[in-house]
């Protein structure tokens, strides 16, 4: 199943940044997509489903309650770390082995596994969140602009719009 | 209705002055227009289009660096940072081109025939039409007759330095060249003229061929200012995309172009909302939020541009990096799509945010 408005939901809450501003990267039906090819449908509505029970992050008993029930949980936890390194590196890390062992797709067959981490898309790598919460910009794509490297470097978040 | 053009000829510097910043204000009202449709196209997708787009584009910018370099040469100020030098679209252009407006719009034909009712040469414009070269000739003639009245004087040699140098406009759609007499004055006004309608013909005859090259067929109202390769002007460039086939040698405005198909998918194509105002974003605030980031770019871009040419040409770098910095901005914007369902994707309103406004502001 393709649930795009679940998975931007949940990415919100993981990456920190706002649906609009993940929308605006144009690749979030390949990393929903990816996500779908690694995990299995039953891991990922559990995620989607435990996310939403929780709410939102800023209130700090939920927070303890996503660091108990999602982060430190076994089967939940490295699913949620991936989802945020791929929208962050725009890399697809395999998953443990122990997790795969007790998690993973049913079929081990070599192309149901990643055999290594990889960069998801040529654009996906442009479109890292890294390079904005670094206040910088992929090397060799998005340009700054000439000699725009010798000034100051801004934050990600620079102004309070509210 | 934004329409600032005094019907008159140019008899003081007062007036050449008000007429080169109406050129600024003109030549800038056009790229929210381009831009808007650049962008909406789709990444990797209708190449031939967006280099088309893009490299008119940096001929505005090019044109508009002309018309401010003419005004500090004849010591006068360009104003840039105001919410009046922008128009709010859809706008009638600010020469007085009353017969039609331009809309911000997405990649579509409707935007292309905008985009041609924007470059429409004089010799195909309606009895009666203003257009954008007639507007620069009416500079043309008034450079010269303040010339013949003050003489070298016109140009102090003060102003020199205040331009914008070649060395700050790497990559741009044109030779900066600095102004300093006459000669050279008329030199950056042709240079806009030539690229926008065309090297300017006294016998326009719609059955002459365009002077394009033997081999790419793609050639330039340039070349004779530049020594590049020939290329059709804005007009013409236009003109391919909607009909969706390539000039070649021998064709002619009656013609038609007759050379290899332009691929073009329409579908390919972020629908944006056209014109689109800032209340359209009300009922949804994260979307708003990115207008107002956007629009906060660009009100910094007005300001580094309007200090770069008041003495701080040093700041055009920075200025670039923020132009850059504004394409991601509306790229990002573009790819959300309305909560309301209506398929409609967002897309930025291009409005200045005065200082006072800005957050953390007085």
């Known amino acids: 199943m393709y649930r795009l408005t679940d998975f931007y939901r949940l990415s919100a809450t993981l990456t920190g940044y706002d649906e609009v501003e993940l929308q605006g990267t144009g690749v979030g039906p390949t990393y929903c997509k990816t996500l779908s090819q690694w995990v299995r449908q ?29 982060w430190n949980c076994a089967k939940l936890g490295p699913v949620a770390r991936n989802i945020i390194k791929m929208w962050y590196l725009s890399i697809w890390y395999q998953l443990p082995a122990d997790w795969n062992a007790l998690y993973g797709v049913d079929d081990f067959s070599a192309d149901k596994q990643p055999v290594e981490d990889y960069v998801i898309s040529s ?7 890294v390079w904005n919460a670094l206040g910088s910009h992929p090397m060799g794509a998005k340009q700054p602009g000439y000699g725009t490297w010798a000034f100051p470097g801004q934050s990600a978040k620079p102004l309070n719009l509210d | 209705m934004y329409h600032k053009l005094q019907k008159r ?48 584009v940096m001929e505005e910018m090019f044109h508009l660096t002309n018309a401010a370099n003419l005004l500090i040469a004849t010591g006068g100020s360009p104003a840039i940072n105001s919410p009046e030098f922008l128009p709010t679209f859809p706008t009638k252009l600010p020469d007085g081109e009353t017969w039609f407006e331009a809309d911000l719009q997405k990649f579509s034909p409707e935007a292309l025939q905008n985009f041609l009712n924007i470059e429409m040469p ?45 060395k700050y406009y790497y ?38 061929p365009f002077p394009l090259g033997d081999t790419t067929g793609i050639g330039s109202g340039d ?16 003109n391919e995309l909607l009909l969706g086939y390539r000039y070649v040698q021998g064709d002619t405005p009656n013609s038609g172009p007759t050379g290899p198909a332009i691929p073009i998918d329409y579908h390919q194509v972020y629908n944006v909302v056209k014109n689109p105002q800032p ?27 309007h200090l770069a040419f008041n003495g701080q040409p040093d700041l055009l770098v920075a200025a670039v990096g923020t132009m850059f910095g504004l394409k991601e901005k509306a790229s990002s914007m ?21 200082a006072k406004d800005r957050p953390g502001g007085c």
């Open chain 2, 122 to 166: 004089a010799a195909l414009a309606k009895e009666g039409d203003i257009t954008i070269g007639e507007f620069y000739a009416g500079i043309e003639n008034g450079l010269q007759t303040l010339h013949n009245r003050i003489g070298p004087e016109l140009f102090p040699a003060d102003c020199h330095d205040k331009q914008i140098a070649h």
């Open chain 1, 42 to 70: 039953d891991v990922i509505q559990e995620l989607y489903h435990r996310a939403e029970e929780i709410g939102s992050l800023e209130c700090e008993s939920n927070q303890a309650q996503f660091y108990d029930r999602i």
């Open chain 2, 9 to 56: 000829p140019i008899e003081t510097l007062e007036q050449l002055h008000y007429d080169l910043q109406l050129a600024i204000e003109l030549e800038f009202s056009t790229l929210p227009v381009y831009l808007t449709a650049l962008y909406s196209i789709e990444e990797g997708t209708n190449q031939c289009a967006c280099t088309v787009i893009r490299s008119v």
């Open chain 2, 171 to 208: 990559g741009g759609g044109g030779e900066i060249t600095p102004v300093t007499d006459l000669a050279s004055a008329n030199f950056a006004l042709n240079a806009i003229i030539a690229q926008g309608e065309g090297v300017p013909d006294e016998c326009w005859d719609p059955d002459q």
């Open chain 2, 279 to 305: 209340e359209h974003y009300q009922p949804y605030p994260a979307i708003a939020r990115l207008d107002t980031e956007f629009n906060l770019t660009l009100s910094l871009l007005l300001d580094q541009l």
């Open chain 1, 123 to 129: 654009n996906a790598y442009i479109q890292g969140l």
């Open chain 2, 334 to 354: 573009m790819r959300v799509p309305l909560p309301d369902h209506s398929g409609r994707n967002a897309t930025p309103t291009w409005r200045y945010i005065a």
């Open chain 2, 223 to 238: 070349h004779q200012l530049f020594m590049q390769p020939r290329e059709l002007s804005h007009y013409y460039r236009f």
